[in-house]
């Protein structure tokens, strides 16, 4: 690792302080800067200059009714900084180029085929960028690439630890992609990527602690404690779709060696795999008031209620949140019965929890590009640590 010396890591520190409050707040004067950052007229001056001399910044016209002389607020040069963002989904790779706008340049995407080998989806990944990379004309103003993986991640190594629907196990997804493209890469379990998002802008802004989980191929989870994601000894906290959920003959054996578990049946995957239904089919035979879907519908619905109920007397949330394709398609029906059965059933001490849920797809491309921004933006408090 690099050794910075205190005066550079000072001046990044302070450089980050300015730039992160320029984004967030600009248009602002160089005396509001001076004023919300505690650093000195001079400093902010000096960090100024150097953010428009890399085009960062720029100063953003004159305020209306303002003569001349008057201080003039500064912006982010957000229409010509650029992301990538790449959805890894078990059945497709999807990539997104934005700008700082969050503004979609171009989208490119690639279905992904089953009996895949660990090379072929990172073929489909490579394709999907360079396609993207022959959008952009200048290579210089895009500052990384962020990818959305269905499977276990670790975050801080760039490894996808283990995704079956993706075939990658200790895979050092950042270490190859990083190598080849030569931008800063950074990688996030897709549920804990949707939760960090919805948790700081979306549907969970005014929650606290919260469970979200995602029902989709298979079936994930993340934990946000004080409004913090909760990452685990081994960054794989929230394995939900490994609750021991389903008993006696409907118990199946599960891929990770375990039996019973709520991805068995209640996920696409599960659905696929021990009742030869697509998730289409099942829906629309659960409408038609099929004796057999209706059936397992009930089993699915039970066992999803009594999952959370389990987790909501234990973990004392505020709020839940499921998103997935299994919600958006049978959300309206699943919804009312899991908010009867958490009334119901928890400690009545934990009965304020509100379940909410996402009705349309997310785009998770667009959310990935989005880390690149979390991570440009970021002041390295880490660093302090030096
Ligand atoms: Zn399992």
């Known amino acids: 690792m690099t050794r910075v010396s205190s005066q550079q890591l000072l001046k ?14 600009g248009p602002i004067t160089r005396v509001e800067l001076a004023q919300r950052t505690g650093l000195t007229q001079q400093t902010v001056t ?9 085009s960062l910044v720029s100063e953003g016209g ?11 607020p500064l912006m982010v040069n957000s229409s010509r900084l650029y992301a990538i963002g790449i959805e890894v989904a078990v059945k497709y790779v999807r990539g997104t180029l934005v700008n700082f706008h969050n503004e979609v340049i171009g989208e490119s995407r690639v279905d992904n085929e089953i009996n895949k080998h660990e090379e072929q989806t990172l073929d489909y990944v490579r394709q999907v960028v360079r396609e993207l990379l022959g959008i952009l004309p200048d290579h210089e103003r895009l500052y990384g690439i962020g990818c959305s993986v269905q499977g276990l991640v670790d975050a801080k190594q760039g490894v996808v630890i283990r995704s079956p629907g993706l075939a990658w196990r200790n895979f050092p997804l950042r270490e190859k992609l990083q190598h080849e493209f030569g931008f800063p890469l950074f990688i996030e379990n897709d549920v804990n990527l949707m939760a960090t998002i919805e948790n700081q802008q979306g549907l969970l802004s005014g929650a606290v602690n919260s469970l979200i989980f995602k029902m989709d191929y298979g079936i994930g989870g993340a934990i946000i404690f004080g409004n913090q994601l909760y990452p685990g000894a081994s960054h794989v906290a929230g394995e939900f779709g490994h609750f021991k959920t389903f008993t006696g003959e409907d118990a199946l054996p599960c891929h990770c060696g375990g039996r019973g578990c709520l991805t068995t049946l209640a996920s696409i995957s599960g659905l696929k795999g021990n009742k030869k239904l697509s998730l289409n ?21 039970k066992g999803i209620g009594l999952a959370l109920c389990n987790l909501v007397a234990f973990l004392n949330p505020d709020h839940i949140l499921l998103a997935g394709k299994l919600i958006e398609t049978l959300g309206d029906l699943l919804i009312p019965e899991l908010q009867r059965e958490l009334k119901e059933s928890v400690p009545e001490s934990c009965r304020n929890v509100r379940l909410l849920h996402v009705q349309q797809e997310v785009n ?6 989005g880390l690149v921004m979390k991570h440009f933006f970021e002041v390295p408090v880490d660093s302090l640590a030096l």
């Open 12 to 25: 990044s520190i302070n450089q980050q302080k300015v730039l992160h409050l320029i984004f967030n707040e």
């Open 46 to 54: 000096n960090v100024v200059k150097r953010l428009m001399q890399e």
């Open 62 to 72: 004159t305020v209306p009714g303002r003569g001349g002389g008057k201080p003039i």
């Open 281 to 301: 089919e099942f829906n629309r035979k659960v409408r038609d008031c099929d004796a057999e879907a209706c059936e397992l519908y009930a089993l699915i619905s």
């Open 364 to 369: 998770e491309a667009k959310l990935a590009a």
